[in-house]
């Protein structure tokens, strides 16, 4: 079948927050299969738990989306091929900028930075429960600011600043609409904003731990320190706020039946959060992939050269590993989350986004049980990069419970 008879990709997008029609049928009688890109190039997409999941932590598959004949996503520019990004470094600058990267957000300094989280939490269901507010937008006045104001904060960046720094990781992303020219003239007012923020001599926690790495000799260079705190402060804010916004959606969605179990059982919000990030996570997105030796998976052997889409929502929607995957079960027993990645590309911010999405549940259901949609509907959701983003979610309480913790620095001791 040559390229242009190809089924297109993105698949067809099902209603709501439900993976595309198309994957359940491509497990079943098409797991290898090609599609053609929106820059008319082919890929073998990938739709199966066992095929993700081994192809995930190969290094035979490059996410180095500036390779000689690398197929290319789309034909439109795209953040994903900026020289400087992590994916695209040669391997001796990855490993020292995701060293660094996966040491200041491990376990032990995300669990420090938690009391942050969760005041910048609390103060945005202060400003949406002001005056005795009883509704809002939930997206706009928490899923999309809870990541930025928590990693902004934790950078030592200003309040003030969120706007310009959402404007521009937009344009960065290509998640905003605007000329080539207004995106060229906002990215380049976005590096040289950051570079002020890596060289100012801050001693904001995370900011700190970045550049100056604690039991570690290694230390970035200021071009690689802008390249990451770019990087974190756009796809790294957009991925959990999308997730974020999905995820209440779906807690919230057939009268809240879910929000009401996830209030009255108690559950606990980390096997909340990672039920989940399985459930909701991406939507109609894949990640590309380039074979740079013929690998053999489990459906098939992908060719060198041949590009390769890894369909998340579909693996973590396989009946094949997850009983009644479509259902919400909280603690539910199953493999490791695929969407983080694998192997040397493992994402190194992934604690910090799943403690994000985690306090972010809790604290609502601490302050707002009683929360509800306010419309039955359509909510609008985005196709963008890191995925389909609910754009506008009208909610209203019933109750407010204020139980706030104590006030958080979010410094690093010395």
């Known amino acids: 079948m040559d390229d242009d008879d ?16 198309d994957f359940a049928r491509r497990r079943e009688q098409c797991p290898f299969g090609r599609v053609r890109l929106p820059s008319g190039d082919s890929a073998i997409l990938l739709v199966r738990h066992a095929d993700v999941a081994a192809a995930v932590t190969s290094p035979a598959l490059s996410r180095n989306h500036l390779l000689a004949d690398a197929p290319r996503r789309s034909g ?7 020289p400087d990004l992590l994916i695209n470094q040669s391997a001796r600058s990855h490993a020292a900028v995701h060293g660094v990267a996966t040491r200041a957000m491990n376990h032990e300094r995300v669990a420090a930075h938690l009391p942050v989280v969760r005041q910048v939490a609390d103060a945005l269901v202060d400003a949406m429960t002001a005056d005795g507010r009883r509704g809002g937008d939930l997206v706009a006045g928490y899923t999309d600011r809870l ?49 002020g923020v890596v060289t100012g001599g801050s001693d904001a926690a995370l900011l700190a731990d970045l550049v100056d790495p604690p039991d570690t000799g290694t230390r970035l260079s200021t071009d690689e320190l802008v390249s990451l705190t770019r990087l974190m402060l756009s796809a790294g804010v957009e991925a959990p706020a999308t997730v974020l916004g999905r995820a209440m959606l779906r807690l919230l969605g057939d009268d809240a039946a879910d929000w009401r179990a996830f209030v ?4 606990d919000p980390t096997a909340m959060a990672d039920e989940l990030l399985r459930l909701v996570y991406a939507g109609n997105v894949a990640a590309l992939r380039t074979a740079t030796t013929d690998l053999a998976l489990p459906s098939g052997t992908v060719p060198r050269g041949t590009a390769v889409l890894l369909a998340w929502i579909s693996a973590l929607h396989d009946p094949a590993v997850y009983r009644q995957p479509e259902a919400l079960l909280p603690h539910r027993d199953g493999p490791k989350f695929v969407g983080f990645g694998g192997g040397r590309h493992y994402c190194p911010g992934r604690r910090l986004g799943r403690a994000i999405l985690a306090v972010g549940l809790d604290r609502l259901r601490a302050r707002l049980p009683g929360l509800r949609l306010a419309t039955d509907g359509p909510f609008p959701i985005a196709e963008r990069e890191v995925g389909g983003m609910v754009t506008t979610l009208p909610v209203r309480w019933q109750r407010r419970t204020p139980r706030r913790p104590p006030r958080a620095g979010g410094r690093r001791a010395r």
């Open 147 to 195: 990541p930025l104001l928590t990693i902004t904060r934790l950078l030592g960046i200003p309040a003030d600043d969120c706007d310009r720094i959402r404007r521009w990781s937009g344009a960065y992303t290509h998640s905003h609409a605007g000329t080539p020219q207004e995106r060229s003239r906002l990215v380049a007012e976005f590096g040289e904003y950051v570079r």
């Open 264 to 267: 009255r059982r108690r559950t």
């Open 76 to 82: 439109e520019p795209n953040f994903l091929y900026d």
């Open 6 to 21: 190809l089924p297109a990709f993105p698949l067809p997008p099902a209603s709501g927050l439900a993976p595309a029609a």
